[in-house]
C-alpha cells in the first residue's frame, strides 16, 4: 500500500518494505519507459508535527527502456535514497511559498486530501533518474545508416562515410 492516510501514521512511525507494480507507481501506456518486476520500495514513514510528514527510504528498480541509438530495449537501474520532506497542499498557497522552501535545502513534496502517495513520488524518481542519453551502452554501435543492421550484433559492407546519406545526395546534387 503506498497510499497513506496521515491519521493512520501512528507515533512511532511506519516502516516496512513494499513490491512496486505499475499501476501503483502511476505508469501510463505513453511513458517512455516501463517498470520491469521486482522493484521495491524499502521506507520510513514519520510524522514530524501535526502535518509534516517525513519520508525515508531506499528505492531499488528497473526500468525498461529503448535506446536512442540502435532501437534495443535495455534495462536501467534505479538504485536511489530517499529523503523528503511532505507537507499539505493548502488551497490558493502560490508558486512562490515552493520556491522558498525549497531554497531551505530541504526536499519538499505536497500531498493532497490528508493521503501521501508514495507511488507519486516513486514515479518522480524514475522520472529524474533515467538518463539522458538512453543507451543500451555506452559504445552503442547503432544502426547503419545505409542498410538499417544493428551494428553491435552484426556487420555490413556499406561504405564507411561519416556522411549521413540525405547530406551524401545533396552533395552529389551540387556535383562535388
Ligand atoms: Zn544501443
Ligand atoms: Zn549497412
Known amino acids: 500500500m503506498l497510499r497513506i492516510a496521515v491519521k493512520d501514521i501512528p507515533p512511532e512511525g511506519l516502516e516496512f518494505t513494499e513490491g512496486l507494480k505499475p499501476a501503483e507507481v502511476h505508469l501510463q501506456d505513453s511513458d517512455e519507459f516501463t517498470l520491469e518486476e521486482g522493484g521495491a520500495l524499502r521506507?520510513?514513514?514519520?510524522?514530524?508535527?501535526?502535518?509534516?510528514?517525513?519520508v525515508s527510504g531506499h528505492l531499488l528498480a528497473r526500468l525498461g527502456l529503448v535506446c536512442g541509438r540502435c532501437l534495443?530495449?535495455?534495462?536501467?537501474?534505479?538504485?536511489?535514497?530517499?529523503?523528503?520532506?511532505?507537507?499539505p497542499h493548502r488551497e490558493g498557497e502560490d508558486e512562490e511559498d515552493e520556491v522558498e522552501l525549497s531554497e531551505r535545502?530541504?526536499?519538499?513534496?505536497?500531498?493532497?486530501?490528508?493521503?501521501?502517495?508514495?507511488?507519486?513520488?516513486?514515479?518522480?524518481?524514475?522520472?529524474?533518474?533515467?538518463?539522458?542519453?538512453?543507451?543500451?551502452?555506452a559504445d552503442c554501435k547503432g544502426l547503419c545508416l545505409r542498410c538499417g543492421i544493428n551494428k553491435n550484433r552484426e556487420?555490413?559492407?556499406c561504405p564507411v562515410t561519416d556522411t549521413d546519406p540525405r547530406l551524401a545526395s545533396l552533395s552529389r546534387l551540387f556535383g562535388r
Not at 521506507?43 to 517525513?54: A, G, H, K, M, N
Open 43 to 54: 521506507c520510513r514513514v514519520e510524522l514530524r508535527d501535526e502535518d509534516t510528514v517525513s
Open 72 to 87: 534495443d530495449p535495455f534495462s536501467h537501474k534505479i538504485d536511489q535514497k530517499l529523503e523528503l520532506f511532505l507537507l
Open 105 to 137: 535545502d530541504m526536499v519538499v513534496g505536497y500531498y493532497r486530501d490528508h493521503r501521501i502517495d508514495l507511488g507519486e513520488l516513486v514515479r518522480e524518481q524514475f522520472v529524474l533518474g533515467i538518463p539522458m542519453k538512453r543507451l543500451c551502452r
Open 155 to 157: 556487420s555490413c559492407d
